[in-house]
């Protein structure tokens, strides 16, 4: 039975400090007048910094055992660490991630194509929102090909999703992809993908880099994280591209080969982290690589 003994009366306002409207919040575009639990997943995604680095480990769904994700929990527990965010299927989660994770689960829910079929924009949504639920996740992740066969297909898809998760607070993140045509990766193209995804819902958008990348996060009215395509040459290339990325209004990464089939990934991470939340520059990123790198 509750208590009663000793029950202390509430205090007058007139006894306290003036009241505090609110607190000082991060800001995330397009993200003043969520609900609780929306923005809640927001934040657990992005830091305090308004900034993010995620972790994309989800190349499986179409690519099967791809070259140093041949053991997803192996990449994941030696990474994950240095990551705001884990971009994986449910298949990947269930089987090799820890339930004890506290790093916030981004969960792929499109797919059914592959590498060697006819057409990767042939995608259609894979999970459940049930599913979605069920497994905790703070963020769920769908391609889009805009100008493909299955343009309106995936666009419908993503339009569906974002119906399904707003009803739970959930976040879409929008996926640009471009399957095979990655020449396709220009600032106009991606602008108006990136757009279209906002415009249908988003409430983040996940693209590639390119020449005037401001073109891409200027007209797009919700936070853009850069994805990373193919390896580049030099990890330098890397830091300068992420550098510029973030100085014309990227919020962070999420970038997958070129972390993870570096001969240092975990190196790599702490690095790009420098210059995602430290504000370092190319240069010093690659200096902090190359220490971390022999300290290994
Ligand atoms: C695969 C994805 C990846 O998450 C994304 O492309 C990032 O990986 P990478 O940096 O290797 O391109 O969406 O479909």
Known sequence: MADAE?????????????????GPGKRIKGADHLGWGMRNRLSRLIRADGHCQFLPIDHGYFQGPTRCLERPAETIRDLVPYADGLFVTRGVLRAAVDPDLETPVILRV??????????LADEVLTTSVDEMVRLNVAAVGISIFVGSDYEKQTLES???????CEAYG???????A??????????????????????????????YYCEEFDRVTNGCP?????????RCETELEVFEFVYDGMQKGAIGVNLGR??????HPAAM????????????????????????????
């Open 6 to 22: 000793g029950l202390l009366e509430a205090r007058r306002a007139a006894d306290m400090a003036a009241e505090q409207k609110g």
């Open 110 to 119: 499109s797919g059914g194509t592959s590498v060697v079929g006819k057409d």
């Open 158 to 164: 993503l339009a569906l999703l974002v119906d399904e």
């Open 170 to 176: 959930i976040p879409v993140m929008a996926v640009t």
């Open 178 to 207: 471009v399957g095979k045509e990655l020449e396709k990766r220009t600032a106009r193209y991606l602008a108006l993908s990136c757009r279209i995804a906002a415009e249908l819902g988003a409430r983040i958008v996940k693209t």
């Open 222 to 230: 919700v936070p853009v994280v850069i994805a990373g395509g193919p």
């Open 258 to 263: 070129n972390v993870w089939q570096n001969p």
């Open 269 to 296: 991470m702490r690095a790009l982290n420098a210059v995602i939340h430290e504000g370092a520059t190319p240069a010093q990123a690659f200096d902090l690589f190359n220490t971390l790198k022999q300290a290994a």
